[in-house]
C-alpha cells in the first residue's frame, strides 16, 4: 500500500509546472493531476496549492483567466507562459541531478 509522503522542500512548484505543462487546468483539476502523476503519493491542498499559485503567476510563470469548468462552475484556469516552460525545464534538470545524487548516497555503505 503506498503511504501518502509530504511534499519535499521545493517539489510543489516543479510538480504544478509538470501539471501544467499539457494544458490549461483549474486549480481542483491541478490537484488531481498531481496526485494521477504521482500515483496518489502526493496530495495538494488548497491551502498550498492556491498560495504556490498566486506565487507563481507573480513570477511570470504562470498566466491565469477564468472560465467554466467541468461541471459548468467559474473557475479560474492557468497556463503555462514561456517563462513557466523554461522553469519547468530548468528544475526538472535540477531535480534529475538531486535523483542521481541521492541514489547514490542511499547505495554507499
Same mark, same amino acid.
Given at each position: 500500500m503506498l503511504r501518502k509522503t509530504?511534499?519535499?522542500?521545493?517539489?510543489?512548484?516543479?510538480?504544478?509546472?509538470k501539471a501544467l505543462s499539457t494544458?490549461?487546468?483549474?486549480?481542483l483539476a491541478i490537484s488531481q493531476?498531481?496526485?494521477?502523476?504521482?500515483? %496518489?503519493?502526493? /496530495?495538494?491542498?488548497?491551502?498550498?496549492?492556491?498560495?504556490?499559485?498566486?506565487?507563481?503567476?507573480? =513570477? #511570470?510563470? +504562470?498566466?491565469?483567466?477564468?472560465?467554466?469548468?467541468?461541471?459548468?462552475?467559474?473557475?479560474?484556469?492557468?497556463?503555462?507562459?514561456?517563462? %513557466?516552460?523554461? /522553469?519547468?525545464?530548468?528544475?526538472?534538470?535540477?531535480?534529475?541531478?538531486?535523483?542521481?545524487?541521492? =541514489? #547514490?548516497? +542511499?547505495?554507499?555503505?
Amino acid at each position: 500500500m503506498l503511504r501518502k509522503t509530504s511534499l519535499v522542500q521545493g517539489t510543489l512548484d516543479l510538480l504544478i509546472l509538470k501539471a501544467l505543462s499539457t494544458g490549461p487546468r483549474h486549480g481542483l483539476a491541478i490537484s488531481q493531476r498531481v496526485s494521477q502523476m504521482t500515483g %496518489g503519493a502526493f /496530495q495538494v491542498g488548497a491551502g498550498s496549492l492556491f498560495p504556490a499559485l498566486h506565487r507563481m503567476e507573480q =513570477a #511570470g510563470w +504562470l498566466a491565469s483567466s477564468w472560465g467554466e469548468s467541468e461541471n459548468n462552475r467559474r473557475a479560474k484556469f492557468y497556463k503555462l507562459t514561456k517563462a %513557466g516552460t523554461r /522553469q519547468l525545464n530548468t528544475e526538472t534538470e535540477q531535480w534529475e541531478r538531486i535523483s542521481i545524487a541521492m =541514489a #547514490g548516497a +542511499l547505495k554507499t555503505s
